[in-house]
């Protein structure tokens, strides 16, 4: 029942949605909860979920025809506002100039897949695991972006007008002077992480040193951003088993690094074949022109551009994590 539930999220098409979701074209009492809401779903502005048919207790003692008529009419709304989001969609790949759509993400998987640390990473007991790539066969690909010094409007535009999900992992020192700007972030939909205090190479600090540079900005971000991160990203990449203590004891459940790094201009690549592989990390940064040759936008076409050209689609980390 699940499996069929989460079909009807992702299909469009009044017809296909009819015959799959109701069955018969009558309500079916859907038992199973349907699929969490996908904010990077087809469009954030339409329900990602399509009209329940069975949620209709008030239909009791009305007709089949009427039944099926009702049903009919909620189906084609739903198809008419998935095709308005599709060409809103389309028309920002123009606006951004991407040379095609970017692919979409398959449906995110029912059940989280079981992480553990990346061979080579430290792992034990208790501790959160820490992974370059997502364990996964889909042809997906994962979009970070640290520190946040450079607030540039046009990158959330960006992104949320072309529905691609991202997370932020973001450094106090630089992102405090306007928690505003990733506030909003997280309000279209991107996830929101814990990225240190003041950035420091946390293996030359005390396990004290580093609980605080970690846990604190753990309660900083619930406080500006209303949630709780649970993913955390030593700086520099550089962690020792402190850390990782650290970071379990004040909710962390992983930790991602990269695979590969994005600039506007090139991708450095984590594998001599230079191709994303199912599940890669992609580590970016909130950065503007007067360090990058381009602007946040041309690292995104790049991006974008590359992962489309390779068959890829960029999925939503929390999703996986
Ligand atoms: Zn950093």
Redesign the pocket.
């Known amino acids: 029942m699940r499996g069929k539930a989460r079909r009807c999220g992702t299909l469009g098409g009044a017809a296909i949605l009819a015959l799959i979701c109701s069955g018969a074209g009558l309500p079916p009492p859907l038992a199973a909860p349907g699929p969490s809401p996908q904010p990077w779903g087809p469009s954030s502005t339409v329900d990602a979920n399509p009209p329940r048919a069975g949620a209709s207790a008030a239909l009791l003692g009305v007709s089949q025809q009427t039944q099926a008529r009702t049903v009919a009419k909620a189906l084609e709304a739903y198809a008419t506002s998935l095709k308005r989001a599709e060409a809103r969609r389309l028309a920002a790949v123009k606006t951004w100039k991407l040379r095609r759509a970017p692919l979409r993400a398959p449906a995110p998987p029912a059940d989280k897949p079981e992480v553990t640390s990346e061979r080579g990473h430290l792992s034990g007991a208790g501790l959160p695991p820490v992974l370059v790539r997502v364990p996964t066969d889909e042809k997906v690909v994962f979009l970070t972006i ?2 946040g010094a450079e607030k540039d409007p046009d990158l959330l535009r960006m992104l949320n007008d072309l529905r691609i999900p991202w997370s932020g992992f973001l ?1 106090d020192h630089v992102a405090r002077d306007d928690y505003g700007y990733f506030r909003e972030a997280h309000r279209q939909g991107a996830g929101v992480h814990n ?1 240190s205090i003041s ?1 420091p190479e946390l293996p030359a600090l005390s396990y004290r040193e580093q609980r605080e540079e970690i846990c604190e900005q753990q309660d900083i971000l619930e406080e500006e951003i209303g949630e709780r991160p649970t993913l955390f990203r030593p ?2 990449g550089a962690y020792d088993r402190d850390t990782l203590r650290a970071a379990a004891s004040c909710g962390v459940r992983a930790v991602p690094l990269w695979a590969e790094e994005a600039f506007p201009d090139r991708i450095e690549w984590g594998r001599e074949d230079r191709k994303f592989h199912p599940g890669d990390i992609i580590l970016t ?1 909130f950065r503007g022109e007067a360090e990058w040759d381009g602007s946040m936008t041309d690292m995104v076409r790049r991006v974008l551009d590359t992962a489309t050209r390779q068959g890829f689609a960029v999925a939503r980390l929390e999703d996986y994590l």
């Open positions: 640290d520190d450094s990225h950035h700086p520099y940064h």
